[in-house]
């Protein structure tokens, strides 16, 4: 088996293995590797000249306690079918993480396909730090809105991916901001969210919106499937907007319950998603900047060798510590990645599994 950065003549091979591994329609697969796949950011393993597993990555940027983290997004990891159960897209995952490590990449993230995949990529030190908030709603759970006469609304499919029929340049901001209010959450750049657009648009339903005079406030991706249609991404300024545009959802496709997945909170959560600490003392110095903490760890890293050792903090100094001392916690890399994450290395909270966050990631390509 060799592994090794995909070249341009790995193009139609690879999408091959992803018509085998995932069943997407050539539609899709004809925007995919067209407008969205990057050879430089696709790993492959090879035997005897053929491919036998494949993944991508995005560059993308972690948000976390108001830090910005450069991290990267694992996307399309498919085997072979004749090739399953023999460890290459294992050794795909390793290598990629080694990769971007030495890339300068923080943190890496992905989504899970299927839930039996949340404890294999466990094995590979990632941790469920991403969830959503997924929950049905009526009209009986929207409280009427003050503002309607101040409010409309606009519509977007397919039709309108034409240049200037959306206002894009709006709506990334809006998702930007409303991301980053979330804080802490995995941020599509620019490029990458017009893209997911256009996939969305293409292939899965409309975009519906709310203005409030000229500035949007509040965002609906929704899924059409007749009566299973279900709003994939909901985002609001505030309460009042958003029920607004709920409200006229189910007026316009004459439903009186939908679906949306958006922002979790402590009461309403899934898992979706998952992100693995690359980088432990660099994490440690963003992270712990600027706070008054002070503990010891030692952390385990079967791929990233340098993030082996006993890491010591002490009011905004990170070192690596030679002297045999007694840790106040031995992690797994996994551990270390929820003890950053979901607990701000708040030692306590860690032991008691008192979770301080809840990452938020979604609308992803095709997820």
Not at 80 to 89: C, D
Not at 181 to 198: D, H, M, N, P
Request: hydrophobic share 40%.
């Amino acid at each position: 088996m060799t592994i090794r950065l995909a070249q341009n003549n790995d193009k139609l091979n690879i999408r091959k293995l992803w018509k085998l591994g995932f069943g997407d329609s050539d539609e899709f697969l004809d925007f995919y590797f067209s407008d969205y796949y990057d050879p430089q950011s696709a790993l492959i393993t090879t035997k005897a000249g053929e491919i036998t597993a494949s993944l991508q990555t995005v560059p993308s940027t972690l948000i976390y306690g108001g830090n910005e983290l450069p991290a990267a997004y694992i996307v399309g990891v498919v085997t072979h079918p004749e090739h399953r159960m023999r460890g290459y897209a294992g050794e795909l995952i390793k290598a990629i993480i080694a990769d971007l490590n030495h890339s300068g990449v923080l943190v890496s993230a992905l989504i899970p396909g299927e839930p039996h995949l949340f404890s294999i990529y466990q094995k590979y030190g990632f941790a469920n730090v991403f969830s959503i908030c997924e929950k049905d709603i009526t009209p009986n759970d929207l409280q009427s809105a003050d503002s309607r006469g101040k409010l409309h609304t606009k519509r977007y499919g397919r039709e309108d991916l034409q240049p200037g029929r959306i206002e894009t340049e709006a709506l990334y901001e809006f998702y930007t901001e409303a991301y980053k209010r979330a804080g802490f959450c995995l941020l599509k750049s620019k490029e990458t969210f017009l893209l997911y657009i256009r996939e969305f648009l293409s292939f899965q339903g409309e975009i519906c919106v709310i203005f409030k005079g000229d500035d949007l406030a509040a965002c609906a991706f929704l899924v059409n499937r007749g009566e299973l249609s279900f709003v994939k991404e909901f985002l609001c300024a505030n309460e009042s907007c958003g029920n607004f545009l709920l409200e006229e959802i189910m007026n316009t496709i004459g439903q009186d319950k939908i679906t949306i997945r958006t922002v979790p909170s402590d009461n309403n959560f899934k898992s979706f998603g998952m992100a693995r600490a690359l980088n432990v003392q660099g994490l440690l110095r963003v992270l712990t900047k600027g706070k008054k903490m002070s503990f010891t760890i030692k952390v385990a890293d079967p791929i990233i060798l340098e993030n082996n050792g006993i890491f010591t903090v002490n009011n905004n100094i990170v070192n690596i510590d030679t002297k045999t001392i007694q840790p106040d916690l031995n992690l797994t890399i996994t551990e270390f990645t929820e003890l950053a994450f979901k607990y701000g290395f708040d030692i306590e909270a860690f032991e008691t599994k008192e979770v301080k966050s809840r990452g938020y990631i979604n609308l992803m390509l095709n997820s």
